[in-house]
């Protein structure tokens, strides 16, 4: 069964490599900085030598992922150009050589302001603000930079038909805007944030604006020296260089002519060059600072799993995910491709255009023909990557890839509801029409490298067998390490956890995302239970496996451990709480140090940390929540009340918090204002059936049972296998004189847990005779 969810709510964003290939780490000179004193020396020194690199760079993406704002660099009308949305007017203008906007600013009021920056180049080009504090702001609106002809060359919002006013943490001079937290480390080559908790303020530095040489290579003050010949020159291993990217080197990919698909001619050794592109191209919130070049991503950055927010079942992108965590689901991965087999590295440009680019490793007789695409040679439908890579579209504009490289699946799209290739072109026609042609054209519906779909969908709604079928594909090493990893951290919300064989395999898997899960998943079991099997990874060679176990055994005392464990729990845990520092500048950040701290039960530490999340975001549901829940444990429910009713005040549509207010009311025999606000909750966010089934429990308890089950029978219809609405619907049922339907959703019940002793017992009970109709 699953875990019932806790009222606190928990965010954490402190938020992948092999173990084996990260124990090599320490002795592998080719992925090993030559010198900890290495320093940056800047792109034009690079050219000196490195014209031909410097060229493709120019021009590029990275070259121009940020620039001062001149005539040279701004793409955008500011010619008295305006634009209205949402009853605001902005207006674009020239005062002497700068660009400026008067547009709404933080107090909701028009102002002028100057752009400093522009953010990116195509296919639209954001622009940034200068604020005080030492903050730069990206403002909502943006150029289109495609031609006309395309829709292009227009100003638009990137919150279209949205009102986002001053108030809201999207508005431009909001926390969700800030170029400093969110979007800097990738657009900067050594970026440091700098950011002042106490002052609360930036003094963020970067050794170049742009995406420039040594923000992939390195620093490169050794190679400098070794070029020139110069000081300890002959000491420096792969010529002075930071991180050696040459496993592409020497590499050859024939094509057998049995199977029309090439093999690599030497197995790839490590994932140096896909972990160092990761940085960037992944979803992942930053956990450390001091990268050095050539270690793995978790090392600094906590890779996101395939969670149904960020990820469709299937693994396909849903939210903003990049590149990474798509192409390590791909056959292409587990076969040895890496970034640059397709990319060229400086220009970022594709190797060769169209399917000549797919026909460096795949046969074109067998491929780019009709007999395999089924599409007339030459259109869209003909084009590998339509098929294979399709696009989701972004910040309006802005199709991109999904990398997972897959099979169309539009079987799938029936059974799951999963997006597919042929409907995104064939949008007038249903997926049943689709997955016929396709069984039509291959006399059946292929399965593809990615076979989890199915998996991570019955583990997302509770479907029956599921956390059956989660252990198996956690077992399954044929399958992409990050699907393993996310079926093991969806095992968090079931009972019972994992066997211990399976606790013990995740502990020592080759994969740091599988590591880092299975902390997870031992996360809403008692601690102390955990501890001895989760202790290894508390010396995991991998930083965000490290803070992931000290944020799961947070709490427990030193005692429990022997005394080499007690060193490394306490060094992760300061690890976990330097992370938190890190981005001291977000809500978030807090909430978690406040949540560490109120389980170490250190209450002031905790108080002080989740009231400043509240300072920094006041809309900051999350923080509101857990400070009441925090009162509550103090009994000072009154203050608790106030913090609740103050975030309605500016959230007022907030399910959370008309939750948690209402359950505060319940304690308070408050009924008829906490059956409002249990209502409330439930109306609001239909789709968390935790909120519905608390609030037929609470019209249960003030004798409205025929609501109760009305409500509860209507939620099922949504959420058919919530076990709590399932189990307290038989209750309902059986009180109010019904135990021939009570009996009804009792074998629902067991057909979800046809193990739970519980639930053997509630139909032995309703199966008596006397309870027979």
Same mark, same amino acid.
């Given at each position: 069964m699953r875990h019932p969810v806790a009222i606190a709510i928990v965010v954490a964003i402190v938020l992948v490599a092999r173990w084996k290939w990260v124990s090599a780490f320490a002795a592998d000179s080719s992925t090993r900085p030559t010198m900890l004193s290495a320093k940056f020396v800047g792109a034009a020194d690079c050219a000196n030598c490195h014209e031909q690199e410097n060229s493709r760079w120019r021009g590029s993406h990275h070259q121009l992922a940020m620039q001062p704002a001149s005539d040279s660099t701004v793409l955008g009308d500011f010619n008295r150009a305006s634009f209205h949305n949402a009853d605001i007017t902005s207006t674009f203008s020239r005062r002497g050589s700068k660009f400026m906007v008067r547009t709404d600013g933080p107090d909701g009021a028009l102002h002028d302001y100057e752009i400093r920056y522009t953010f990116g180049v195509y296919p639209l080009q954001q622009y940034l603000?200068?604020?005080?504090?030492?903050?730069?702001?990206?403002?909502?609106?943006?150029?289109?930079?495609?031609?006309?002809?395309?829709?292009?060359q227009r100003w638009f919002s990137l919150y279209p038909g949205q009102r986002i006013t001053y108030r809201d943490s999207r508005h431009w001079t909001g926390i969700d805007q800030n170029w400093n937290y969110m979007c800097a480390d990738c657009h900067s080559t050594n970026l440091r944030k700098n950011y002042d908790s106490r002052a609360r303020t930036f003094a963020t530095t970067y050794a170049e604006i742009d995406v420039a040489c040594e923000a992939c290579h390195g620093p490169g003050s050794n190679h400098v020296a070794w070029a020139k010949k110069e000081g300890d020159w002959k000491s420096f291993a792969n010529d002075g260089l930071t991180i050696a990217l040459n496993e592409r080197r020497g590499v050859a990919w024939p094509i057998d002519p049995a199977t029309?698909?090439?093999?690599?001619? !030497? *197995?790839?050794?490590?994932?140096?060059?896909?972990?160092? =592109?990761?940085? /960037? &191209?992944?979803?992942?919130?930053?956990?450390?600072?001091?990268?050095?070049?050539?270690?793995p991503v978790g090392e600094d950055y906590r890779v996101a799993l395939l969670d149904e927010d960020h990820y469709f079942p299937d693994g396909q992108i849903k939210e903003e995910d990049y590149e990474y965590g798509s192409f390590i689901q791909s056959r292409m991965f587990r076969a040895g491709v890496t970034c640059s087999d397709c990319h060229e590295?400086? !220009? *970022?440009?594709?190797?060769?255009?169209?399917?000549?680019? =797919?026909?460096? /490793? &795949?046969?074109?007789?067998?491929?780019?023909?009709?007999?395999?695409?089924?599409?007339?040679?030459?259109?869209?439908?003909?084009?590998?990557?339509?098929?294979?890579?399709?696009?989701?579209?972004?910040?309006?504009v802005d199709p991109r890839r999904d990398h997972s490289i897959r099979i169309p699946r539009p079987d799938l799209s029936v059974k799951l509801g999963t997006p597919n290739a042929c409907n995104n072109c064939h949008a007038d026609k249903v997926a049943q029409w689709a997955s016929d042609a396709v069984i039509k054209w291959y006399g059946r519906a292929p399965e593809g490298f990615q076979r989890f779909a199915q998996t991570l969908q019955a583990g997302s709604t509770g479907a029956p067998g599921a956390q059956q079928s989660l252990e198996r594909l956690v077992a399954d090493r044929e399958q992409p390490a990050i699907a393993r990893a996310a079926a093991l951290s969806m095992l968090a919300v079931y009972a019972p956890p994992p066997t211990d064989s399976a606790i013990r395999a995740g502990v020592a898997d080759d994969s740091a995302l599988v590591r880092r899960a299975t902390a997870r998943a031992l996360s809403n079991t008692d601690p102390a239970a955990s501890a001895s099997t989760l202790a290894p990874l508390l010396s995991d060679p991998i930083r965000s496996v490290r803070i992931e176990t000290a944020e799961v055994l947070a709490g427990l005392p030193a005692g429990d451990f022997s005394q080499n464990v007690t060193a490394a729990f306490a060094r992760a845990t300061d690890e976990y709480v330097s992370a938190q520092q890190l981005n001291a500048d977000r809500p978030e950040a807090h909430l978690n140090l406040g949540l560490l701290y109120a389980k170490q039960n250190h209450f002031d530490k905790a108080e002080a940390e989740l009231k400043t999340a509240l300072s920094l975001d006041p809309s900051f549901a999350p923080a509101a929540v857990n400070l009441a829940d925090l009162y509550r444990a103090l009994n000072r429910d009154q203050e608790g009340e106030r913090v609740l009713k103050d975030a309605i005040n500016r959230a007022p549509n907030d399910a959370s918090l008309e939750h948690a207010l209402g359950l505060l009311m319940v304690r308070q025999k408050r009924t008829a204002p906490a059956l409002d606000m249990l209502a409330a909750a439930a109306r609001n966010e239909p789709a968390n059936a935790r909120y519905v089934y608390v609030y037929a429990v609470a019209l249960n308890d003030a004798g409205q049972t025929k609501a109760a089950i009305q409500t509860l029978e209507s939620s099922l219809k949504t959420h058919p296998y919530d076990r709590d609405s399932l189990s307290a619907l038989v209750t309902f049922l059986e009180q109010s004189g019904d135990p021939t339907k009570a009996l009804t959703y009792a074998k629902r019940l067991d057909e979800l847990e046809p193990g739970n002793p519980e639930v053997h017992r509630m139909l032995e009970e309703l199966n008596q005779p006397q309870n027979r109709r």
């Open positions: 603000i200068a604020m005080p504090g030492g903050r730069l702001q990206a403002f909502g609106i943006a150029w289109d930079s495609r031609p006309s002809e395309r829709g292009g029309g698909n090439a093999r690599r001619s !030497s *197995s790839r050794q490590s994932e140096r060059e896909i972990q160092m =592109c990761a940085r /960037c &191209h992944a979803r992942r919130g930053q956990v450390h600072e001091d990268y050095v070049h050539g270690q590295p400086h !220009s *970022s440009a594709l190797r060769a255009s169209g399917n000549n680019l =797919c026909m460096q /490793c &795949h046969s074109a007789q067998k491929y780019d023909s009709p007999k395999h695409h089924f599409h007339k040679v030459g259109s869209a439908g003909a084009q590998c990557v339509e098929c294979h890579m399709p696009t989701r579209t972004y910040m309006v």
